[in-house]
T-cell receptor, first 113, second 112 residues
Framework: EAGVAQSPRYKIIEKRQSVAFWCNPISGHATLYWYQQILGQGPKLLIQFQNNGVVDDSQLPKDRFSAERLKGVDSTLKIQPAKLEDSAVYLC???????????FGPGTRLTVT | KQEVTQIPAALSVPEGENLVLNCSFTDSAIYNLQWFRQDPGKGLTSLLLIQSSQREQTSGRLNASLDKSSGRSTLYIAASQPGDSATYLCAVRDNYGQNFVFGPGTRLSVLP
């Protein structure tokens, strides 16, 4: 089966600009996760979707970050405006409902200058 | 709030050595613990999952143990190979939430 797809793989922007990342989960995986991984740290969950509903967004900086999963399949994560501290790898993962195992995409490396 | 630490931060060993990676967590009320591997520029790959009722799990040359009462887990890699070079992360899912809290990882280099 095809894995989790993410694009773009790399993005460089200036602070105060906006950026969007796209994720396509594995077919049939109703649960989708966005993580932020800062260099030298483990991934931190930003938001979890079950189909197109939000399950957990407690660690999402809602003043600048937003995410949507309109049709319960693809998802988009947006940052507006970006700050220097947003430089990180943004990982998308998906899983079957009620299953622990998450399948991760390759990530998008964001550099904010 | 659950916190996860990993020691050492980096490790370099010659090929063929057996090695141990350590993971510690502050809240012992965990649901399960998972070890992941992360290669540069790639996402995470699940290696082993230990439920809270289990003491260890094995897969090939990998063995993970769990001691809930002391808040520790170890990942043992036997007969290390250059292909084992990667960052290894442990993640804990506690009884209160649905998601994992990750440690910062141990960067392993196995030298040929």
């Amino acid at each position: 089966e095809a894995g989790v797809a993410q694009s773009p793989r790399y993005k460089i922007i200036e602070k105060r600009q906006s950026v969007a990342f796209w994720c396509n989960p594995i077919s049939g995986h109703a649960t989708l996760y966005w993580y932020q991984q800062i260099l030298g740290q483990g991934p931190k969950l930003l938001i979890q979707f079950q189909n197109n509903g939000v399950v957990d967004d407690s660690q999402l900086p809602k003043d600048r970050f937003s995410a949507e999963r309109l049709k319960g399949v693809d998802s988009t994560l947006k940052i507006q405006p970006a700050k220097l501290e947003d430089s990180a790898v943004y990982l998308c993962a998906s899983s079957r409902p009620g299953r622990v195992k998450q399948y991760f995409g390759p990530g998008t490396r964001l550099t904010v200058t | 709030k659950q916190e996860v630490t990993q020691i050492p931060a980096a490790l370099s060993v010659p090929e063929g050595e057996n090695l141990v990676l350590n993971c510690s967590f502050t809240d012992s009320a965990i649901y399960n613990l998972q070890w992941f591997r992360q290669d540069p520029g790639k996402g995470l790959t699940s290696l082993l999952l230990i439920q809270s009722s289990q003491r260890e799990q094995t897969s090939g040359r990998l063995n993970a143990s769990l001691d809930k009462s002391s808040g520790r887990s170890t990942l043992y890699i036997a007969a290390s190979q250059p292909g084992d070079s990667a960052t290894y992360l442990c993640a804990v899912r506690d009884n209160y939430g649905q998601n994992f809290v990750f440690g910062p990882g141990t960067r392993l280099s196995v030298l040929p």
